[in-house]
């Protein structure tokens, strides 16, 4: 039990040492006592996936054998944040980054680096290598120009380890509160940091806590909003996953300033990494008395659970995701009443997500004025953004607010794989809106991405090149909204279906010029009279593209063509005679029988050209990967 | 999309109600309770058939249409057990040229059951999918997470052999 | 009171409104109407169907006036062109998955989507597209559902779930698939729905209507071997009226009789004879019941769909109900054994029509222990919309119609009779007559006015004679679970309670004229209508049922007295108990 901020500060100091041994700071001293190096290994979903708790416990198993397990710490830390090399192994104080690592690396790594002192070349991420010189992940291009605020215990300290949170100044803040702070002034350093919710619309935190606030004394809740699911984004995840007391720590003080007493974190059920780290994290925190009764020995208490959703992106919707909480289909309701008034089982309610609540800690610690020194004039602070689509670097980033697109991709990103060229950005997922080549330098932010059409949406930042159609990308999430849409409503439960159905008929190459007026018509009117915030920003990939990439459209309307070679069918495969070898590999591969050999042998060939059947064709694209050599089959 | 509802006899057993019984009462009196009993009542049945639901909505006092209602609008939730095995034939174009059908037709013979359905052993389940984007191997089938392709009906019996 | 006012400008129009009202409230106390399809007051508030968008300075996109609050300096307005495209694109968006069979739909003319889209010139085929298709669900007696007329305003999951406490059907499946039904898509016939109807009068369109049975009423009247006789119930008098325009409110009991009459019915009769038949039996049976201390509190068994609600949700309470038939299936059962042993008439050939307020009483005419003469007591039960529209069919100038009475001799009922349409009505009806038996005098005051009006729950205790009797009266199915789960607990003792299974009693039952939201909202329809009953009550002379001379007669004649061996025998039935 934690009785006290001394007790706090004794545990806190006692950590510091452990937690700066990973902070690879040049030219600073660090020492953790006996132990030399530590090992982190990534425990996030993706590096899980790719058998990272495995490679631990060869990792450990090898250091005993090696005899050096006092000197080396193993430590299971949430995501890094640089998926595509996962699974990530880094060994602290030098900060050596081993990417991509299998399990049989792990007695390697031990036996030349831990016991022999000597990094193994061969397994570093490549862009750390300069030479004979390594690099520390710090000094790599998709590091360097992040700013970790909401990430910045990710990948740093064992989230199952509170004293780990503790020594990275974990608690101080909500000690801090209820020992110092009346509530009015929580609230007020909130205000003024400027911070606005880093879950969707971008509403100003603040004002939703000093509206909860002002209700009568009585009932009210905390809510936490995991309901990630906007696809490819996945930074309340990685947040859960890696820095749980963050969120505890975070949702505590909004308990404290609005005078509520009950929290609730709504988490994906598909995140079981996630639940169970947070619960466990729960249940150290009331262990230690940060939960519960006479938290610090005032009179706050405080305590939360986990509820879980069941499939229903509409549940990241706030007033749906109550409506769930409280046991019913999570259909959204009108506002007003604001949660802030009326919100769960009636009562005032805040909701913020989790990267919102993950800044809290660290805007009572350093001030209001530290936070709103990052991020532009309206738009404060960092964002988490998920890197994905045709990008080299996809993974998560943390950047300040007003970093450019540019930047991101290029040089955060690692830039377009495969020498293609930049098409466009799509953020805010299914509620948000594609950014053309033409505005790559536009300073991203709440405010500028609106501006585009778009919107910050929970982060999800999917980059496309030119082989992508976009009007098939406005049908795909249309789909998904279409799926998605819980049905309450007239113009979403209807309307997205007529106006998905009417993208299908374009990309079958039927569609219409006056098609095109429909498409904007309905669009518009869906996003003016839709009851919850799926429905008014579902129609934006559609009218984003349309205002961008028109002439994409007026291509499979008139000439009935896909530019990109994406919808099926607008073109057929063919065979470039000439540059066909004859080796019939694709032959092979066809599963409808398509492709035959002509009586044609091509100059300096030596067997007869293969030929395909249009007719027979079900454009499955199984043969174009077979003739990769030799480049002969060609979308027309 | 409308949730399939089951073909299989309800052969709940004491101790599954026992448990459910417990987890309703665990839950008793805490206010939206509904989604954590039916997430907990999934685990223990592998799936929300209507004697499930019937004794959750008798037991907490809720329509039976709401629990229906809640648990049709979630995916998560299942109304149809699937089995040890999940075999899954896709019927994509690809895979439908390539004889997709007639590894289904064999599929039925063998396992006694029809698309759609589970054995009695709860052993194997049979379903048609959409492409799975395995084209190049068409025709394929998966048993979980395992994929088979380049079939021919006379292939099935090996492949379910080693699951039985 | 101006403290609790706000002042909003409505359409460049300044207005005070109440601070707590919505916007389509403040509208209409500006006189101006803002269409609705899903709100309902006080039953469905959800702002799902999104028709009734307004612009609010200052908000983003449109607001749905219906749930949406006033506030001080408010700017709305209602009518620009952006909002009549809006309303225009969302009737077509809903036409497009909508079953458009307007031609032939029972609800043409008094359908509420239809109306709007008139109003706003919609292209019916302007959008297009795949629609899901669903079964019509002709299960039960009382209900057929088609979901492909529905358009998901969920009026009638309200109605039932909120308003009747039953929760039979509901929202299944998600997004476009969306659908109104059953757990486990189970027809209506196989749950524990008790007919009330009460979703059909709930529904905008044709999706939820009545089983149709007139063409069964029209067969028999033009089959010269049968003879048909029809009776009608307490409350249309006070309701069918709507049927042909008149304002909710009207008694048009002499031309609803030349109407009956003018259609061929051998025998046009009052209902209000059986409803004094049955304070008789019911009273009689309150008494034995209150001496003896024997299964009480007595409840009331008149309104079928009560009572298929206590054998479906509240078995432990079918021994307290009433073993007297309805009003109803009293007539029905007097006619086919008394009547037709006196003019000798096969009971065969018999064809006995009801015209009542009531789904449920379809149901009740099947049910067993319901055939005194060895068939069924009742033959038909047709609702008052039905009987409005075979009058319609028939070319009936019904407002030409001159008044005329009931047949003899089953065409005198009294003003105790009449209220059996009301909430209460039985109630006072039963206490007039008890009254006067326990006390052996005339009574002075024959108003029992705490057991009036349209509350959902009244409670009195009256002092007759010596005794004490602790009454309660409960319409609405919601308030009979509230009450008999306060019995349930101890926390509430009555000795007699009237149940009437939907809100405000018949007047207001599941066979009544359907009035669109505008009208459901803004008029007490419940009060409005038992106006009617109670009025006509204050001015007969009979007004208690003891006193009715046919009823004597019966008895004289026939069943000796009340609860007699013989009177068990044809005006008594059995109850079973359901479950869920």
Same mark, same amino acid.
């Given at each position: 039990?934690?009785?006290?901020?001394?007790?706090?500060?004794?545990?806190?100091?006692?950590?510091?040492?452990?937690?700066?041994?990973?902070?690879?700071?040049?030219? *600073?001293?660090?020492?953790?006592?006996?132990?030399?190096?530590? /090992?982190?290994?990534?425990?996030?979903?993706?590096?899980?996936?790719?058998?990272?708790?495995?490679?631990?416990?060869?990792?450990?198993?090898?250091?005993?054998?090696?005899?050096?397990?006092?000197? /080396?710490?193993?430590?299971?830390? %949430?995501?890094?944040?640089?998926?595509a090399?996962?699974?990530?192994?880094?060994?602290?104080?030098?900060?050596?980054?081993?990417?991509?690592?299998?399990?049989?690396?792990?007695?390697?790594?031990?036996?030349?680096?831990?016991?022999?002192?000597?990094?193994?070349?061969?397994?570093?991420?490549?862009?750390?290598?300069?030479?004979?010189?390594?690099?520390?992940?710090n000094?790599?291009?998709?590091?360097?120009?992040?700013?970790?605020?909401?990430?910045?215990?990710c990948?740093?300290?064992?989230?199952?380890?509170?004293?780990?949170?503790? =020594?990275?100044?974990g608690?101080?803040?909500?000690?801090?509160?209820?020992?110092?702070?009346?509530p009015?002034? /929580?609230?007020?350093?909130?205000?003024?940091?400027?911070?606005?919710?880093? %879950?969707?619309? %971008?509403?100003?935190t603040?004002r939703?806590?000093?509206?909860?606030?002002?209700?009568?004394?009585?009932?009210?809740? *905390?809510?936490?909003?995991?309901?990630?699911?906007?696809? =490819?984004?996945?930074?309340?995840?990685?947040?859960?996953?890696?820095?749980?007391?963050?969120?505890?720590?975070?949702?505590?003080?909004?308990?404290?300033a609005?005078?509520?007493?009950?929290?609730?974190?709504?988490?994906?059920?598909?995140?079981?990494?996630?639940?169970?780290?947070?619960?466990a994290?729960?249940?150290?925190?009331?262990?230690?008395?940060?939960?519960?009764?006479?938290i610090?020995?005032?009179?706050?208490?405080?305590?939360?659970?986990?509820?879980?959703?069941? =499939?229903?992106? *509409?549940?990241?919707?706030?007033?749906?995701?109550?409506?769930?909480?409280?046991?019913?289909?999570?259909?959204?309701?009108?506002?007003?009443?604001?949660?802030?008034?009326?919100?769960?089982?009636?009562?005032p309610?805040?909701?913020?997500?989790?990267?919102?609540?993950?800044?809290?800690?660290?805007?009572?610690?350093?001030?209001?004025?530290?936070?709103?020194?990052? %991020?532009?004039?309206?738009?404060?602070?960092?964002?988490?953004?998920?890197?994905?689509?045709?990008?080299?670097?996809?993974?998560?980033?943390?950047?300040?607010? =007003?970093?450019?697109?540019?930047?991101?991709?290029?040089?955060?990103?690692?830039g377009?794989?495969?020498?293609?060229?930049?098409?466009?950005?799509?953020?805010?997922?299914?509620?948000?809106?594609?950014?053309?080549?033409?505005?790559?330098?536009?300073?991203?932010?709440?405010?500028?991405?609106?501006?585009?059409?778009s919107?910050m949406?929970?982060?999800?930042?999917?980059?496309?090149?030119?082989?992508?159609?976009?009007?098939?990308?406005?049908?795909?999430?249309?789909?998904?909204?279409?799926?998605?849409?819980?049905?309450?409503?007239?113009?979403?439960?209807?309307?997205? *279906?007529?106006?998905?159905?009417?993208?299908?008929?374009i990309?079958?190459?039927?569609?219409?010029?006056?098609?095109?007026?429909?498409?904007?018509?309905?669009a518009?009117?869906?996003?003016?009279?839709?009851?919850?915030?799926?429905?008014?920003?579902?129609?934006?990939?559609?009218?984003?593209t349309?205002?961008?990439?028109?002439?994409?459209?007026?291509?499979?309307?008139?000439?009935?063509?896909?530019?990109?070679?994406?919808?099926?069918?607008?073109?057929?495969?063919?065979?470039?005679?000439?540059?066909?070898?004859?080796?019939?590999m694709?032959a092979?591969?066809?599963?409808?029988?398509?492709?035959?050999?002509?009586?044609?042998?091509?100059?300096?060939?030596?067997?007869a050209?293969?030929?395909?059947?249009?007719?027979?064709?079900?454009?499955?694209?199984?043969?174009?990967?077979?003739c990769?050599?030799?480049?002969?089959?060609?979308?027309? | 999309?409308?949730?399939?509802?089951?073909?299989?006899?309800?052969?709940?057993?004491?101790?599954?109600?026992?448990?459910?019984?417990?987890?309703?009462?665990?839950?008793?009196?805490?206010?939206?309770a509904?989604?954590?009993?039916?997430?907990?009542?999934?685990?223990?049945?592998?799936?929300?058939?209507?004697?499930?639901?019937?004794?959750?909505?008798?037991?907490?006092?809720?329509?039976?249409?709401?629990?229906?209602?809640?648990?049709?609008?979630?995916?998560?939730?299942?109304?149809?057990?699937?089995?040890?095995?999940?075999?899954?034939?896709?019927?994509?174009?690809?895979?439908?040229?390539?004889?997709?059908?007639?590894?289904?037709d064999?599929?039925?013979?063998?396992?006694?059951?029809?698309?759609?359905?589970?054995?009695?052993?709860?052993?194997?389940?049979?379903?048609?999918t959409?492409?799975?984007?395995?084209?190049g191997?068409?025709?394929?089938?998966?048993?979980?997470?395992?994929?088979?392709?380049?079939?021919?009906?006379?292939?099935?019996?090996?492949?379910?052999?080693?699951?039985? | 009171?101006?403290?609790?006012?706000?002042?909003?400008?409505?359409?460049?129009?300044?207005?005070?409104?109440?601070?707590?009202?919505?916007?389509? &409230?403040?509208?209409?106390?500006?006189?101006?109407?803002?269409?609705?399809?899903?709100?309902?007051?006080?039953?469905?508030?959800?702002?799902?169907?999104?028709?009734?968008?307004?612009?609010?300075?200052?908000?983003?996109?449109l607001?749905?006036?219906?749930?949406?609050?006033?506030?001080?300096?408010?700017?709305?307005?209602?009518?620009?062109?952006?909002?009549?495209?809006?309303?225009?694109t969302?009737?077509?968006?809903?036409?497009?998955?909508?079953?458009?069979?307007?031609?032939?739909?029972?609800?043409?003319?008094?359908?509420e989507?239809q109306?709007?889209?008139?109003?706003?010139?919609v292209?019916?085929?302007?959008?297009?597209?795949?629609?899901?298709?669903?079964?019509?669900?002709?299960?039960?007696?009382?209900?057929?559902?088609?979901?492909?007329?529905?358009?998901?305003?969920?009026?009638?999951?309200?109605?039932?779930?909120?308003?009747?406490?039953?929760?039979?059907?509901?929202?299944?499946?998600?997004?476009?698939?969306?659908?109104?039904?059953?757990?486990?898509?189970?027809?209506?016939?196989?749950?524990?729905?008790?007919?009330?109807?009460?979703?059909?009068?709930?529904?905008?369109?044709?999706?939820?209507?009545?089983?149709?049975?007139?063409?069964k009423?029209?067969?028999?009247?033009?089959?010269?071997?049968?003879?048909?006789?029809?009776?009608?119930?307490?409350?249309?008098?006070?309701?069918?009226? !709507?049927?042909?325009?008149? &304002?909710?409110?009207?008694?048009?009991?002499?031309?609803?009789?030349?109407?009956?009459?003018?259609?061929?019915?051998?025998?046009?009769?009052?209902?209000?004879?059986?409803?004094?038949?049955?304070?008789?039996?019911?009273a009689?049976?309150?008494?034995?019941?209150?001496?003896?201390?024997?299964?009480?509190?007595?409840?009331?068994?008149?309104?079928?769909?009560?009572?298929?609600?206590?054998?479906?949700y509240?078995? &432990?309470?079918?021994?307290?109900?009433?073993s007297?038939?309805?009003?109803?299936?009293?007539?029905?059962?007097?006619?086919?054994?008394?009547?037709?042993?006196?003019?000798?008439?096969?009971?065969?050939?018999?064809?006995?029509?009801?015209?009542?307020?009531?789904?449920?009483?379809?149901?009740?005419?099947?049910?067993?222990?319901?055939?005194?003469?060895?068939?069924?007591?009742?033959?038909?039960?047709?609702?008052?919309?039905?009987?409005?529209?075979?009058?319609?069919q028939?070319?009936?100038?019904?407002?030409?119609?001159?008044?005329?009475?009931?047949?003899?001799?089953?065409?005198?009922?009294?003003?105790?009779?009449?209220?059996f349409?009301a909430?209460?009505?039985?109630?006072?009806?039963?206490?007039?007559?008890?009254? !006067?038996?326990?006390?052996?005098?005339?009574? !002075?005051?024959?108003?029992?006015?705490?057991?009036?009006?349209?509350?959902?729950?009244?409670?009195?205790?009256?002092?007759?004679?010596?005794?004490?009797?602790?009454?309660?009266?409960?319409?609405?199915?919601?308030?009979?679970?509230?009450?008999?789960?306060?019995?349930?607990?101890? &926390?509430?003792?009555?000795?007699?309670?009237?149940?009437?299974?939907?809100?405000?009693?018949?007047?207001?039952?599941?066979?009544?004229?359907?009035?669109?939201?505008v009208?459901?909202?803004?008029?007490?329809?419940?009060?409005?209508r038992a106006?009617?009953?109670y009025?006509?009550?204050?001015?007969?002379?009979?007004?208690?049922?003891?006193?009715?001379?046919?009823?004597k007669?019966?008895?004289?004649?026939?069943?000796?007295?009340?609860?007699?061996?013989?009177?068990?025998?044809?005006l008594?039935?059995?109850?079973?108990?359901?479950?869920?």
């Open positions: 039990m934690i009785k006290n901020i001394q007790e706090l500060t004794a545990i806190r100091d006692a950590y510091a040492g452990k937690i700066n041994f990973r902070q690879h700071n040049p030219g *600073v001293e660090v020492s953790d006592g006996n132990i030399k190096k530590h /090992v982190l290994i990534c425990g996030g979903t993706g590096c899980t996936s790719s058998k990272s708790v495995q490679i631990k416990a060869k990792m450990e198993e090898a250091i005993k054998e090696a005899g050096i397990q006092d000197e /080396v710490q193993v430590v299971l830390t %949430g995501c890094f944040g640089l998926c090399l996962g699974p990530i192994v880094i060994v602290y104080p030098e900060g050596t980054f081993y990417s991509r690592i299998e399990i049989k690396d792990a007695e390697t790594i031990v036996k030349e680096h831990l016991v022999g002192g000597n990094p193994v070349k061969s397994l570093l991420y490549s862009q750390t290598v300069k030479g004979d010189e390594i690099l520390s992940l000094e790599t291009a998709f590091y360097k120009k992040q700013k970790r605020v909401a990430l910045r215990n990948g740093v300290i064992d989230p199952e380890c509170i004293n780990e949170y503790i =020594g990275t100044n608690y101080m803040a909500l000690a801090k509160v209820v020992t110092e702070m009346p009015d002034d /929580v609230i007020n350093t909130i205000l003024e940091s400027g911070i606005r919710g880093r %879950g969707g619309g %971008g509403f100003p603040g939703k806590w000093m509206f909860a606030a002002a209700q009568p004394k009585g009932q009210k809740y *905390v809510v936490c909003n995991g309901d990630e699911g906007d696809p =490819g984004a996945f930074m309340d995840r990685s947040i859960l996953e890696g820095d749980p007391h963050a969120l505890i720590e975070a949702m505590a003080i909004a308990g404290y609005i005078g509520a007493n009950q929290g609730y974190v709504y988490v994906r059920a598909e995140y079981p990494i996630a639940v169970n780290r947070l619960q994290a729960i249940d150290s925190a009331r262990k230690e008395g940060l939960l519960g009764k006479n610090f020995g005032t009179d706050f208490e405080f305590d939360m659970q986990i509820r879980l959703g069941a =499939g229903a992106f *509409v549940c990241g919707e706030e007033t749906a995701l109550l409506t769930s909480i409280e046991g019913n289909r999570g259909e959204p309701r009108p506002r007003p009443p604001f949660p802030a008034v009326k919100g769960l089982f009636g009562k309610t805040i909701i913020n997500n989790v990267e919102t609540y993950a800044n809290i800690p660290q805007i009572i610690l350093k001030g209001a004025d530290w936070f709103k020194s990052m %991020g532009t004039e309206k738009s404060k602070g960092t964002k988490v953004f998920a890197l994905g689509g045709k990008i080299t670097n996809t993974g998560l980033v943390e950047i300040p607010m =007003g970093t450019t697109l540019r930047e991101v991709v290029e040089e955060i990103g690692g377009i794989p495969n020498g293609k060229k930049f098409k466009a950005a799509q953020t805010g997922g299914p509620s948000g809106g594609c950014i053309p080549a033409s505005k790559y330098d536009v300073e991203i932010d709440y405010d500028n991405l609106i501006a585009q059409g919107m949406g929970s982060g999800g930042l999917i980059v496309m090149d030119e082989d992508t159609c976009m009007v098939d990308l406005a049908k795909f999430f249309l789909e998904f909204t279409v799926d998605e849409s819980c049905g309450k409503c007239a113009p979403c439960r209807i309307g997205t *279906v007529r106006l998905l159905e009417i993208l299908n008929k990309t079958e190459g039927n569609g219409e010029m006056e098609d095109l007026d429909k498409l904007e018509e309905l518009n009117y869906i996003k003016s009279a839709s009851l919850c915030g799926l429905g008014q920003t579902a129609p934006n990939p559609v009218l984003s349309l205002a961008n990439f028109r002439d994409e459209y007026i291509a499979h309307i008139v000439d009935k063509k896909c530019p990109a070679g994406v919808c099926k069918n607008l073109f057929t495969y063919k065979i470039d005679l000439d540059k066909c070898v004859g080796c019939g694709c092979k591969q066809c599963p409808a029988d398509a492709i035959s050999r002509t009586d044609y042998v091509a100059e300096g060939h030596k067997l050209s293969m030929t395909i059947d249009a007719s027979k064709c079900v454009k499955c694209g199984a043969c174009l990967p077979t990769k050599k030799f480049n002969a089959i060609y979308k027309g | 999309m409308k949730k399939k509802m089951t073909s299989v006899a309800f052969n709940g057993t004491a101790e599954q109600l026992a448990k459910l019984d417990e987890l309703i009462a665990k839950h008793k009196g805490e206010k939206g509904l989604m954590p009993v039916l997430q907990g009542a999934q685990g223990i049945y592998g799936y929300l058939p209507i004697e499930v639901q019937k004794h959750i909505a008798l037991s907490m006092d809720v329509p039976l249409s709401e629990v229906y209602g809640v648990a049709t609008f979630y995916s998560q939730f299942i109304l149809n057990p699937k089995g040890e095995y999940a075999v899954s034939v896709c019927l994509g174009t690809a895979c439908y040229v390539k004889g997709a059908g007639l590894l289904m064999k599929l039925e013979s063998l396992l006694g059951i029809k698309n759609g359905e589970i054995s009695n052993d709860r052993k194997f389940s049979l379903d048609a959409r492409c799975i984007g395995a084209c191997l068409a025709p394929v089938l998966t048993v979980n997470e395992e994929v088979y392709g380049r079939l021919t009906p006379d292939m099935i019996k090996g492949i379910l052999d080693k699951y039985n | 009171m101006m403290e609790n006012m706000v002042n909003v400008k409505i359409n460049n129009k300044e207005y005070s409104v109440p601070a707590n009202s919505t916007i389509l &409230e403040a509208a209409r106390y500006a006189g101006i109407d803002i269409p609705t399809l899903c709100y309902l007051k006080d039953i469905n508030e959800i702002g799902a169907c999104r028709l009734c968008l307004v612009e609010v300075k200052g908000a983003r996109g607001c749905a006036a219906c749930v949406y609050p006033v506030n001080e300096g408010m700017e709305i307005q209602t009518n620009t062109p952006a909002i009549r495209k809006a309303r225009k969302n009737l077509e968006l809903v036409l497009s998955a909508h079953k458009k069979k307007c031609l032939t739909c029972v609800r043409s003319t008094s359908c989507l109306k709007l889209c008139l109003e706003y010139g292209d019916e085929d302007h959008f297009q597209g795949n629609n899901n298709s669903y079964p019509i669900d002709f299960s039960t007696a009382s209900v057929v559902r088609d979901n492909e007329k529905c358009i998901l305003c969920r009026r009638c999951v309200a109605a039932c779930k909120n308003m009747q406490g039953i929760g039979v059907i509901g929202a299944n499946d998600r997004g476009f698939d969306t659908h109104i039904a059953s757990a486990f898509e189970l027809k209506l016939g196989q749950t524990s729905c008790i007919g009330c109807g009460q979703c059909i009068v709930a529904c905008p369109v044709g999706a939820i209507y009545e089983k149709d049975e007139t063409q009423v029209l067969d028999a009247i033009a089959d010269p071997t049968k003879h048909v006789a029809i009776c009608a119930a307490p409350s249309i008098r006070a309701t069918l009226g !709507e049927c042909f325009g008149y &304002e909710p409110g009207t008694d048009v009991e002499g031309k609803m009789v030349a109407a009956l009459k003018a259609l061929g019915f051998d025998g046009v009769y009052d209902m209000n004879l059986t409803a004094d038949l049955t304070i008789m039996e019911e009689t049976e309150f008494l034995g019941r209150f001496k003896e201390g024997k299964n009480l509190p007595l409840i009331t068994s008149c309104s079928p769909g009560w009572v298929k609600y206590c054998e479906h509240f078995p &432990e309470f079918v021994d307290n109900i009433s007297c038939k309805s009003p109803q299936q009293m007539f029905g059962a007097m006619y086919k054994t008394y009547y037709a042993e006196k003019v000798g008439l096969d009971p065969k050939d018999i064809v006995f029509v009801s015209a009542i307020p009531c789904t449920a009483k379809k149901f009740e005419v099947k049910r067993d222990f319901q055939n005194a003469a060895g068939v069924p007591d009742v033959d038909i039960a047709i609702t008052t919309r039905e009987l409005g529209r075979m009058i319609q028939a070319g009936i100038d019904f407002k030409a119609l001159a008044d005329e009475k009931f047949d003899v001799p089953f065409g005198i009922g009294s003003g105790a009779g009449a209220i349409g909430t209460g009505g039985v109630m006072e009806a039963a206490l007039r007559t008890a009254a !006067e038996v326990i006390e052996g005098k005339k009574l !002075e005051k024959l108003e029992f006015d705490d057991v009036r009006g349209t509350e959902g729950i009244k409670r009195a205790v009256y002092k007759l004679g010596d005794v004490t009797v602790r009454v309660a009266v409960v319409s609405g199915t919601a308030n009979a679970k509230k009450l008999l789960t306060a019995i349930k607990n101890g &926390e509430e003792q009555y000795d007699f309670i009237e149940v009437m299974a939907c809100p405000g009693g018949c007047v207001n039952g599941g066979g009544q004229p359907t009035q669109p939201a009208v459901r909202n803004n008029v007490d329809l419940k009060a409005l106006s009617v009953l009025t006509a009550d204050k001015n007969m002379d009979l007004r208690k049922s003891h006193e009715n001379s046919a009823v007669m019966l008895y004289d004649e026939y069943f000796g007295e009340p609860n007699s061996h013989k009177a068990h025998e044809i008594h039935t059995k109850y079973v108990k359901r479950g869920l």
